[in-house]
């Protein structure tokens, strides 16, 4: 069956480490991923979009990998703040063309300052 | 204020009764979603609209649930006689996916509203 996984505990780090979150995907071929961040009450916001054909992707403090051997998206924040509470989605278009997005459950971010 | 907006916020109802929301989208955007999101979830997808035509379903949706996007602006979300089942935030999200993309895939980056919380005693 398809499944999008990502960790449901919740991640606690420190101000000014790095947050890694995991999206993992079985029985999906998605051309690109997309990582969301959605606060208490409100809709996602996105975030970042990585393709197929690109391992690396980054804006600001924020770095996505995507590797479609592993079928694994990483999400990294550097130099994490408590502003970056916060949880994260990942998503991808389960067919090409087929527009619906699939999210994951998400990962909620509690940076301690 | 050029973002997605969503009315109302908050709907409480009795089980049984008809509710209607409302998306007014990015004016320039011309797809349309709902989706629908409970606790501890990701948003699970419901419908979508390419302008005024309604593309596709999700098995998810009940034919007591029906949406519509006249003129492809904004749209509405009806579900009638309302179950407990049915609380729950619903989202609506836009976007605008150009008719060609060339060689590329064309990417769609959606945009949410605030969504509105259903409750249903």
């Known amino acids: 069956s398809q499944k999008i996984e990502q960790n449901s505990e919740a991640l606690n780090i420190q101000e000014g480490k790095t947050a890694t979150l995991t999206c993992n995907y079985t029985n999906y071929s998605p051309a690109y991923l997309q990582w969301y961040r959605q606060d208490p009450g409100r809709g996602p916001v996105f975030l970042l979009l990585i393709r197929e054909n690109e391992k690396e992707k980054r804006k600001e403090r924020l770095k996505v990998t995507f590797d479609t051997t592993l079928k694994q998206s990483l999400f990294h924040i550097t130099a994490s703040q408590p502003a970056d509470s916060a949880t994260y989605l990942c998503?991808?278009?389960?067919?090409?063309?087929?527009?619906?997005?699939?999210f994951g459950s998400g990962t909620r971010l509690q940076v301690q300052p | 204020d050029t973002g997605v907006s969503q009315n109302p916020r908050h709907k409480i109802t009795k089980r049984g009764q008809n509710v209607t929301f409302r998306c007014d989208p990015i004016?320039?955007?011309?797809?349309l979603y709902w989706y629908r999101q409970t606790l501890g979830q990701g948003p699970e997808f419901l419908t979508y609209?390419?302008?005024?035509?309604?593309?596709?379903k999700s098995r998810l949706l009940s034919d007591r649930f029906s949406a519509e996007r006249p003129k492809g602006s904004f749209s509405t979300l009806e579900i009638q006689r309302t179950e407990q089942g049915d609380s729950a935030m619903y989202l609506c999200?836009?976007?605008?996916?150009?008719?060609?993309?060339?060689?590329?895939?064309?990417?769609?980056?959606?945009?949410f509203g605030p969504g509105t919380r259903l409750t249903v005693l």
């Open positions: 998503a991808l278009e389960p067919d090409t063309g087929r527009r619906a997005l699939t």
């Open positions: 999200a836009s976007s605008f996916v150009p008719p060609k993309a060339g060689g590329l895939v064309s990417t769609d980056t959606q945009y």
């Open positions: 609209f390419q302008n005024e035509a309604q593309l596709e």
């Open positions: 004016s320039e955007h011309n797809r």
